[in-house]
């Protein structure tokens, strides 16, 4: 019989090969988990996992928020809050060179705190910005890679789907791990828009200015923005303050989304079933994801891959800050191949017993430390590195998700174009995860003091 560690490592060598060759991740989790336990343990062993496996894991009421917003999301891009944040945004903003860019990264930021979803941030948000900005004359690299870069923002901003479930698998609080994505957040909405000042500054040519609206456009397009702030504020004001948790917030956002759309005709019947159907068919695919990821974990842990990796790293002598680093640069090679979620369901189980193990062990406190922080705040800091780096798994070849989107919406503008749009923000994003982990304080201030 293969030493169990050589199991793993051709086990997870298969799976990756897999990937590559475009198989669904949840079924390359599955058939790979499956197989690697038959070959130790046998096949009643898998057998006797599945009679509960998919109950135990699905029961979780932390997962129960997810296809809530989910849900919440595909109401919105039906609704026509994505119209309102757009023009409300381009009011404000389309007037400077570069403008109309900048709304659209203010759109994305706006939408993807209700929605959760980056791709249909991307996609909603596209159809959208996309033929003012070529009214106006913008570059298509310049156009298009903003919009797919600002669909990125939708895994980071609460709600987010991935940031859920990363909090369940390391039994992180949602709301915290929401709270110390705010200042994160807000800082990538800054630097998309720097971005954008810097583009226009060398290439004045690709983003020239929009039209000032007048002053009754203005006022108008201003008073379209308040629902948003309204649904936004309720949310996650009310599961920030205590008065709900995340699930409950989930389900009035639900309500408030519904009576938008409801008031302003903008939802039909036809709208209400398709984002039923979309619910039921993405909710799905997240949980065959989370059962092949349990089933992968519970067959690494029997041969100990984690606990041999977390062995292995914390005796080679490389300082705890390096090790980081090395695993933030594997979560950027990874994303060339997987969606984010599948990423994190995969990695994180392997990457946070490393941590923890260099960090002094599971109930380390105090700045004498690895990290020079608990296990706690080790948890929250490296939950938020870890999403701003897959996202850039969705702007990245060759499977970047968000350049698909945008290209197959702009067809006069050729992949590589947008490809090379998006270049300035993926440096832009390099830049936002040095200075987080230079200044940690950044990601754990708010939930210390909330």
């Known amino acids: 019989m293969l030493d169990p560690i050589t199991l793993g490592l051709i086990s997870l060598a298969i799976l990756i090969l897999l990937i590559a060759l475009r198989m669904p991740i949840a079924y390359s989790m599955i058939l790979v988990g499956g197989v690697g336990t038959v070959i130790m343990n046998g096949p009643f062993t898998v057998l006797n996992q599945l009679k509960t496996l998919a109950f135990g894991s699905f029961s979780n009421y932390g997962l129960s928020v997810v296809p809530m917003f989910v849900l919440m999301g595909a109401i919105a891009s039906r609704s026509g809050l994505s119209k309102a944040l757009f023009r409300g945004a381009n009011a404000w903003l389309g007037w400077a060179p570069g403008g109309t860019a ?6 994305c930021a706006g ?44 895994i980071l901003i609460p709600p987010s789907v991935v940031l859920i ?28 828009m720097l971005t954008i000042l810097i583009y226009v500054m060398i290439k004045s040519e ?5 039209g000032a609206a007048d002053r009754a456009e203005f006022i ?73 990821a349990e089933l992968m974990k519970i067959f690494m842990s ?25 695993l933030l640069v594997a979560l950027i090679l990874l994303g060339c191949l997987m969606d984010s979620l599948s ?41 938020i590195l870890a999403l701003i780096v897959v996202e850039l798994g969705l702007i990245t070849p060759p499977v970047g998700m968000n350049v698909f989107v945008i290209s197959a919406l702009a067809r006069d503008t050729p992949m590589m174009d947008t490809f ?31």
């Open 220 to 292: 108008a397009a201003t008073i379209g923005l308040l629902p948003v702030f309204l649904i936004f504020g309720i949310v996650l004001g009310g599961i920030y303050l205590g008065f709900y948790n995340p699930t409950p917030g989930a389900a009035i956002g639900v309500f408030l989304v519904a009576i938008y759309g409801l008031a302003m005709r903008s939802l039909t019947w036809e709208g209400t079933i398709g984002s039923l159907k979309e619910t039921a068919g993405t909710t799905g695919m997240i949980y065959l994801i989370l059962l092949g």
């Open 420 to 450: 090379k749009g998006v270049l300035p923000f993926f440096g832009a994003e390099l830049v936002r995860v040095v200075v987080l982990i230079m200044f940690p304080v950044l990601t754990l201030w708010l939930p210390s003091v909330m």
């Open 165 to 192: 479930i990363y909090a369940v698998i390391v039994e992180a609080n949602i709301v915290t791990m929401f709270m110390a994505a705010m200042i994160p957040g807000f800082l990538a909405v800054l630097f998309f």
């Open 302 to 326: 029997r041969i100990r891959m984690p606990q041999a990796t977390a062995e292995w790293i914390s005796t080679s002598g490389l300082e705890p800050m390096t090790v980081l680093i090395l």
């Open 206 to 210: 690709a983003g020239p200015k929009g």
């Open 343 to 383: 990423m994190i369901l995969l990695v994180i189980p392997f990457f946070w017993p490393v941590l923890v193990e260099l960090n002094g062990g599971l109930y380390a406190f105090g700045p004498d430390t690895g990290f020079g922080m608990s296990t706690e705040d080790l948890k929250v800091w490296f939950g």
């Open 102 to 107: 900048m709304a659209a990264i203010a759109g």
């Open 111 to 154: 939408f993807g705190a209700v929605s959760g979803s980056s791709l249909a941030t991307a996609s909603t948000m596209g159809r959208i910005a996309l033929p003012e900005l070529k009214r106006f004359n913008y570059s298509g690299a310049l156009a298009t890679g903003s919009l797919a870069a600002g669909g990125v923002l939708g």
